[in-house]
């Protein structure tokens, strides 16, 4: 008994008294934006606080803020009744659609960037997106073969009429920038990564345009032996990637469908109309996808703007045969300030079996836009906008594109450059985390796979947006984001626990977790 009881007590104190990791604070650097990044580099780099159940009474807060903080942790104590009126009730007996996940995507780009910092800088950077002490993602996306990320336009077979695809290969870039940095995510991160692959073009020769880029389409009707052979093409693209320990989640049936109807489209694209893409997946790709091992890929139509989600939905998922083949539809954020969110909701409605998510987003995409905006809050700010449209629409999860990109955005073989989370900064070997990290971090890092959105209700009018989600473990998440410039006291109350008694300051973006005990 006695040393039963030692035992414990000595263990207990070890336990207790060595503290593995050291939580490290942003190394904050102004670059001219309305807020700061955050450095890293082989001596530095920010890690976040690890989410465990802190106790009897306590819930968790990550908070993050223009004016200063980044994903900073504190535990608080309950209240067993509000200070202020402005309340939201959670009530986990209405829920919604269950979590994919959230990530990003493994370019060329990416790749180039990535590999472009001394070794010991690339680990910090791949384990700020996948690691424990990271924002934990649990998605990736692979361009399949070149898209405008990429240096030049490549496919995977360039070899005209080669219908066997008996020339088929991964390109130098999949196995220098895509593959290891994939692999590298998978080794580290303690959770399941959901990777997902989307083409943006067949091999030139099977098109009707002869070229990867511009308006054109594959030779033929569904059916015939150019869509056969592209529908091989997915098969010999999975069986490639599985054999170098990559097992695809997901796939998309065509990045952006409709740019290859655009006169003289500037990169790669092949064009589809939704009728051409049900009658492909009925006759070739999803027979392809069962006969060959992978009924279980998650297939995804349209993965395209809002804007064509009721036709696509509507001329797809109608179709019995092509239906049994699909898990879901894919989005862009390219349009949201256009087209409302209410086209999810309706595209919801009507197939609520097929769960919507949203596969691509990138700030500074337009022409006049600064495309890399260093330390951009408002580009935080509207990231987490959109995320919490999309959640409150049925959207089941969020894939930001390129996780990293260089000072001007690229590199991009048409000059197509855009902002990213991270930015690499090669000439001085080190990476700047932007306010864009930390806002996707406050869904990625707490909103697990698995999680699924329930009720929140104000009991008034408040202005704040927010989401609640119960996870697969019953604890329970808020994401808040208030956009004014005002700090905004609320409360949010939880029956099996009492009330959390908040205050969110102006510009900021907070993350509640709570468990039952
Ligand atoms: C959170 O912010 C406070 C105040 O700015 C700071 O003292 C603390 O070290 C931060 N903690 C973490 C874990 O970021
Ligand atoms: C807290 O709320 C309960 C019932 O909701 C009420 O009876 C009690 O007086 C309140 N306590 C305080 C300190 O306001
Ligand atoms: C929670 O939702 C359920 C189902 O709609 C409803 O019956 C219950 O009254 C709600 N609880 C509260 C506290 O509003
Ligand atoms: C495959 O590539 C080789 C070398 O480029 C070429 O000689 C051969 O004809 C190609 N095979 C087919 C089927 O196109
Ligand atoms: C593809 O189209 C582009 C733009 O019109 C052109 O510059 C390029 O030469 C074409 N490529 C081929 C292989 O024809
Ligand atoms: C795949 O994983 C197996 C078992 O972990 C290992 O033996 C093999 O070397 C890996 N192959 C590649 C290409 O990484
Ligand atoms: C009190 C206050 O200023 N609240 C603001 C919080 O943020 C939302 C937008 O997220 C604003 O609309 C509110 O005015």
Known sequence: MFWKVFLTCFCWLLINTVKPVETTLCSQKNLGGDSFVCVCNSDYCDTVEPNGNPGKNFFNRYQSSKHGHRLNYTAIPFEKNATTDNIFYINISVTYQSILGFGGAFTDAAGINILSLPVDVQEKLIQSYYSPDGIEYTIGRIPMASCDFSTHPYSYDDSPMDFSLSNFSLAMEDLKYKIPIIQKALSISSREISIFGSPWSAPAWMKTNNNMTGRGSLIGQPGGKYFKTWANYFIKFLDAYKSHNISLWGLTAQNEPTDGEIYKFPFQA????????????????????????????????????????????????????????????????????????????????????????????????????????????????????????????????????????????????????????????????????????????????????????????????????????????????????????????????????????????????????????
């Open 270 to 517: 092949m064009g589809w109309t939704a009728e051409m893409q049900r009658d492909f997946i009925i006759q070739d790709l999803g027979p392809a996808l069962h006969s060959n091992g992978y009924q279980d890929i998650q297939l995804m139509i349209m993965d395209d703007q809002r804007l064509v989600l009721p036709e696509w939905t509507s001329v797809i998922l109608s179709d019995k045969t092509a239906s049994q083949y699909i898990a879901g539809t894919a989005i862009h954020w390219y349009t949201d300030k256009i087209f409302p969110s209410e086209l999810l909701t309706y595209a919801h409605d009507k197939f609520p079996d097929k769960f919507i998510f949203a596969t691509e987003a990138c700030n500074g995409d337009l022409p006049w836009e600064k495309h890399v905006d260093l330390g951009s809050w408002e580009r935080a700010e509207s990231y987490s906008h959109y995320i919490l449209q999309d959640l409150n629409h049925w959207v089941t999860g969020w894939t930001d594109w390129n996780i990293a990109l260089d000072m001007q955005g690229g590199p991009n073989w048409v000059s197509n450059f855009v902002d990213s989370p991270i930015i690499v900064n090669a000439d001085k070997s080190e990476f700047y985390k932007q306010p864009m990290f930390y806002a996707l971090g406050h869904f990625s890092k707490f909103v697990l796979p698995g999680s699924k959105r329930v009720d929140i209700k104000p009991n008034g009018i408040s202005s704040l947006e927010l989401a609640a989600f119960i996870l697969p473990d019953s604890s329970k998440v808020v994401v808040v984001l208030n956009r004014s410039d005002k700090e905004e006291i609320f409360s949010i109350n939880d029956p099996a626990v009492g009330f959390i008694n908040a205050e969110i300051p102006a510009h900021a973006i907070q993350t509640y977790i709570w468990w039952n005990n």
